[in-house]
C-alpha cells in the first residue's frame, strides 16, 4: 500500500515570498492532516480536512496560511507571505473516519518539506 | 486540556543496555496515548498505543510502555537497545475540542545508541 505522499521535501525561500506544499494521503482517507515541526519541538496540528470540510483550523495563522483539498483526495498548503519564524517541516498525516465513539482512528504520516525561510 | 511532558531531550545508552524514555501526562479525562517514533528524513510511525484496554502495551520492534494513572505516566521501556533504536521519540496524547482524532505531541525525546 502506498503512504502518504508530499512534494516537495525541501524548499528554500526568501522572507515575504510564497511557497505552496502538496500532500497525497494514502487511497481511501477521508481525513487528512497537516503539522508544522519547528526544529527542536513536537509537531502541531494546523488543520484537519475530513473529505473536502475543514473540521479543525484553530492554530492556523490565517493573515498568512491557508490550505484547501477540493476534491476530498489531495491538499495543498500556502503561506503567503512567509516569515522567518515559518522555518519548519511541515507534515502531512491522513486516516479513515473514525471507528468508534471516541472519534479515533490511526494517522499515517508523509516523510515531510522542510522548509527553510531567508 | 490534554498535555504531555517529555522529562529528557536526549538519553544516550550502549547497545544492548536497556531503554527508558519518560513521559507524563496530563489529561481531565481518561486519555488515549501514543508513542510515535521519527528516523531521520522519514516519516513519524506509530510504536504502540493506549487506548483504556490492558495498561501494558506491546508495540513494535520491542518496545512496551505501561500506563500508571496514579503517576499520570506513560514511559517507553525496551530490554535491550539496538543501533537501530536511534531516533526521535514522541510521547502523544489524543486530544478532545475542535476536531476528532486531534493528536498533541511533546517535544520529543532523541535516543542516541552507541556500539
Known amino acids: 500500500e502506498a503512504g502518504v505522499a508530499q512534494s516537495p521535501r525541501y524548499k528554500i525561500i526568501e522572507k515575504r515570498q510564497s511557497v505552496a506544499f502538496w500532500c497525497n494521503p494514502i487511497s481511501g482517507h477521508a481525513t487528512l492532516y497537516w503539522y508544522q515541526q519547528i526544529l527542536g519541538q513536537g509537531p502541531k496540528l494546523l488543520i484537519q480536512f475530513q473529505n473536502n470540510g475543514v473540521v479543525d483550523d484553530s492554530q492556523l495563522p490565517k493573515d498568512r496560511f491557508s490550505a484547501e483539498r477540493l476534491k476530498g483526495v489531495d491538499s495543498t498548503l500556502k503561506i503567503q507571505p512567509a516569515k522567518l519564524e515559518d522555518s519548519a517541516v511541515y507534515l502531512c498525516a491522513s486516516s479513515l473516519l473514525p471507528n468508534n465513539n471516541r472519534g479515533e482512528n490511526e494517522q499515517f504520516f508523509g516523510p515531510g518539506t522542510r522548509l527553510t525561510v531567508l | 486540556a490534554q498535555s504531555v511532558t517529555q522529562l529528557d531531550s536526549h538519553v544516550s545508552v550502549s547497545e544492548g543496555t536497556p531503554v527508558l524514555l519518560r513521559c507524563n501526562y496530563s489529561s481531565s479525562y481518561s486519555p488515549s496515548l501514543f508513542w510515535y517514533v521519527q528516523h531521520p528524513n522519514k516519516g513519524l510511525q506509530l510504536l504502540l498505543k493506549?487506548?483504556?484496554?490492558?495498561?501494558l502495551v506491546k508495540g513494535i520492534n520491542g518496545f512496551e510502555a505501561e500506563f500508571k494513572k496514579s503517576e499520570t505516566s506513560f514511559h517507553l521501556t525496551k530490554p535491550s537497545a539496538h543501533m537501530s533504536d536511534a531516533a526521535e521519540y514522541f510521547c502523544v496524547v489524543r486530544g478532545l475540542g475542535g476536531g476528532y482524532n486531534k493528536l498533541i505531541f511533546g517535544a520529543g525525546t532523541r535516543l542516541a545508541v552507541h556500539p
Open positions: 493506549y487506548t483504556s484496554a490492558a495498561t
